[in-house]
């Protein structure tokens, strides 16, 4: 049996094949093979969501053009081509963040491919304790849970993984191909345009959960704000045009689902090989923060997903965690 | 200022110390630098905890000599001679899980080296989603939050230093010397008498915290239960006498101290020389179950914890994680 977010995309799906036509009650009825009585209680909780419905009780329903399109899960839903990433969504009008949200379904027991989305967050978090800043009604905040069966080493190249399916995704709505940045930022002229935390909770040879949270902006002017001038990019403003939201991430998730199976059956070597087709650091000079401090140039990534920099005495260090600035190009 | 706990571990060290002879509320009072009224408030806990404590109004308070001694909190802060683990001490008479309740504990903020201990488990927990089984009364169940500043990829490292801790605290009590399985269980006479579980919650390039479990078989008779005869050792049942349980504990935290301030100021090379100390592997023929099975002869660990196994092929494989079983010698 369908969810009650998947009959009334479903019902919204059906509406709009039917453009200005109506639609009785009772095809919704049989086609969804639900009674009257529930096709009724549908229409109401969608014309509560939003969406203008209007009924004639002789020819039936049919959906007022409306614009803009509402972010919810229903326009996702009934949008969506995945058959695991996505298929539980979790949205949210305003949250803390959607990677705490997803932790804690996580933690319930939320099933592999659940994914938290969000129109604002009130504490967006990025990596290494930062903030991400996350104004409502612009961009995608959306977290995924996974349950691959890795060890916590592998999780570095999940993160790795995920960058790929941003940029990816990103490259389909923007004219300007993106880079990554190693291990999770996506960039477009050397700004960033998406960014991505992942956590997890593991024994020490295992991991029992993932959760990865993507930001990307979207549609939010960077110059509006301090926190994202001069250091952020939009994909809408550098198109000169508004990315539609349910459109950007049921893409994400339909991009991220062929890498998360490929990974699963192939291992991560094409998710390298992907990766490095969007890295432009080789050759490049490299700063390293982290546990401890490393200078050099950068060589580029292993068979395991970490940077490789040569320092100025000749050895070779294997960088698997910190904080990378590449010195301007 | 001293916390409860802390206050009330005085004053029984204050009685202890003083025998069969009385000590005036006025003299604890001015000891603790608390008020006499506070005094008489601790005297009651202590009572209703169990502590035989006699007042006469004159002469002040003794403690009336008590076998067994109680194992809580009190007596654990009473013995401690630690400055990290097991300052914060969460006892609970039965509880689900110490791993679980540490994890509780840690995300909403738990200090590093706080500790949880329970006299029995209900749902205690092993490695690989097992369980453990957790009798009240007779053994040592504990969960040590750690905020080590290190990538997951060093959380391996974690656990071979708490087998490394937890061998050499067996080795106190025992006169058999005990032996470690990789990369977690230690063994006397190849049963099992201690097991370790480590969970963490990271991001995938630093660890937010760690939480080490620890079961300790100290005086359970492994044959009362089938679950435990023939793969399970107690400490006490080999040496034929109990093992005071609060002595143990405290001899742990203050071994696992040790240890891990070594391991902050000098990286895991020490633990790793110590671990395979305790380790009878080498040479012999050995097979892990994991995300993938290998078989082959056990060549000891490498310089980042992992098991290094020759496979009849020749080739030498690193493993990681798994579930290890060797043929009997």
């Known amino acids: 049996m369908m969810d009650r977010t998947s009959q009334e995309a479903e019902i919204i799906r059906l509406l709009r094949a039917n453009g200005e036509g109506h639609v009785s009650g009772q095809t919704i009825s049989r086609t969804l093979g639900i009674s009257r009585t529930a096709v009724w209680k549908h229409i109401v909780s969608l014309r509560n969501a939003g969406y203008l419905i209007e009924g004639s009780p002789r020819k039936g329903y049919v959906l007022a053009d409306r614009h803009p399109v509402p972010f919810n899960s229903v326009e996702i839903t009934s949008a969506l081509d995945t058959d695991l990433i996505g298929r539980e969504i979790f949205f949210y009008e305003s949250i803390d963040s959607t990677n705490t949200k ?3 379904l996580a933690r319930s027991g939320a099933a592999d491919g659940t994914v938290v989305v969000a129109d604002g967050q009130c504490k967006g978090r990025g990596r290494l304790g930062r903030g991400w800043y996350s104004p409502p009604g612009v961009n995608l905040y959306t977290s995924i849970i996974l349950r691959p069966a890795i060890p916590p080493e592998r999780a570095q190249a999940m993160t790795l993984l995920s960058a790929v399916a941003v940029a990816e995704t990103v490259g389909r709505f923007s004219p300007v191909r993106p880079h990554v940045k190693w291990p999770n930022d996506v960039l477009i002229a050397s700004r960033k345009v998406a960014g991505i935390l992942t956590e997890m909770s593991s024994e020490t040879d295992r991991v029992n959960f993932m959760v990865v949270g993507i930001g990307v902006n979207l549609n939010m002017d960077p110059e509006s704000s301090d926190e994202t001038r001069r250091v952020a990019a939009s994909i809408g403003k550098e ?4 990315v539609e939201r349910t459109n950007f991430a049921c893409t994400l998730y339909s991009v991220f689902e062929r ?15 992907a990766w490095k087709g969007y890295f432009d650091g080789v050759g490049r000079e490299v700063r390293i923060k982290g546990f401890t401090n490393t200078e050099g140039i950068c060589l580029g990534i ?18 698997i965690s910190g904080d990378v600035s590449f010195s301007t190009l």
């Open 239 to 242: 198109n000169g045009r508004d």
């Open 102 to 104: 997803a932790m804690e």
């Open 259 to 273: 890498w998360y199976k490929t990974s699963l059956k192939e291992g991560f070597k094409p998710v390298y090989e």
């Open 302 to 319: 292993d068979g395991e997903g970490a940077l490789l920099v040569r320092r100025p005495s000749g050895d070779i260090e294997r960088i």
